[in-house]
């Protein structure tokens, strides 16, 4: 029996370590995060306190020299916020190499609404903050680009983790009922497409998600010795008294019938 537990273990552990940057949206949601200083594409600092303004806010995170996922997550964002009043939008570089004026050119190529913030978070202050959040990401020296996830994240006026969205296009309804709940005290998440997510690995050079083989391929590895476990130990025995049952009608149907 002993033996039969080790593929278990094994597919459990693969299961694991093959979430790669997903960031674990249940773990968060509820959570209060840090009240760090930022700096702001004028060169002043803010705490995050004072980019929200006692509103709702709106938190992404991008890099300025990113040229795919980014984009697309400031369009997703104006969309879905054009009829969402009471927030405070903030795009969060985590480029500790980029300056303010790499976020005054990054406005101005993209076309990002000026009420907006734009600011960016160096040393222990981003460490904080993106612990606080678990947005994760690494640097990718063969594209010059960071490999992360797409994240639109809920803050509520007291800096409470109230909802949070994953990928680039973020549903105008859904939104606004976040918001809503944020203002409200409330907290809601999607733990099925989180879920969903562990199956896919983020490119970060077509900025989308691809079906990660390898974790299909780990899953599957595990499951395979299971399912044997499973029918050597319940199922071998139900599908042969079955077996067993309809040979015995056979037989004692055709001896009736001569």
């Not at 709702?56 to 009829?83: H, Q, W």
């Not at 989308?208 to 299909?216: P, Q």
Request: glycine content about 6%; hydrophobic content about 45%; overall charge positive.
């Amino acid at each position: 029996m002993a033996p039969l537990l080790v593929p278990l273990l094994l597919s459990l552990l693969f299961y694991t370590n093959a979430k790669d940057l997903s960031p674990d949206a249940e773990k968060v949601i509820g959570r209060y995060v840090p009240d760090v200083s930022l700096t702001l594409e004028d060169g002043s600092v803010k705490r995050l306190s004072e980019v929200s303004e006692g509103k709702v806010l709106l938190l992404s995170f991008i890099y300025t020299k990113c040229s795919s996922a980014c984009p697309m997550i400031v369009r997703g964002i104006e969309e879905a916020t054009r009829d969402v009043r009471g927030v405070k939008v903030l795009l969060l570089d985590f480029d500790e190499r980029d300056k303010p004026k790499d976020l005054k050119k990054f406005r101005e190529l993209k076309g990002i609404k000026g009420d907006w913030v734009l600011a960016l978070a160096k040393g222990k202050d981003l460490e904080r903050l993106t612990e606080a959040v678990d947005f994760k990401f690494f640097y990718d020296k063969k594209t010059d680009m960071f490999a992360h996830p797409s994240v639109l994240i809920v803050l509520s006026p007291d800096l409470r983790v109230s909802a949070y969205f994953l990928g680039v296009s973020y549903e105008k309804g859904k939104l606004k009922k976040a918001v809503k709940g944020a203002y409200a005290g409330e907290i809601s998440q999607n733990p099925i497409k989180s879920l969903l997510l562990i199956c896919f690995r983020y490119d970060p050079v077509t900025g989308t998600y691809t079906v990660d083989w390898s974790f299909v391929a780990m899953v599957l590895g595990g499951l395979i010795p299971i399912s044997g476990m499973l029918y050597y130990l319940f199922l071998r025995n139900f599908f042969r008294s079955i077996y067993d049952f309809m040979v015995n009608k056979s037989l004692f149907s055709g001896g009736e019938r001569s």
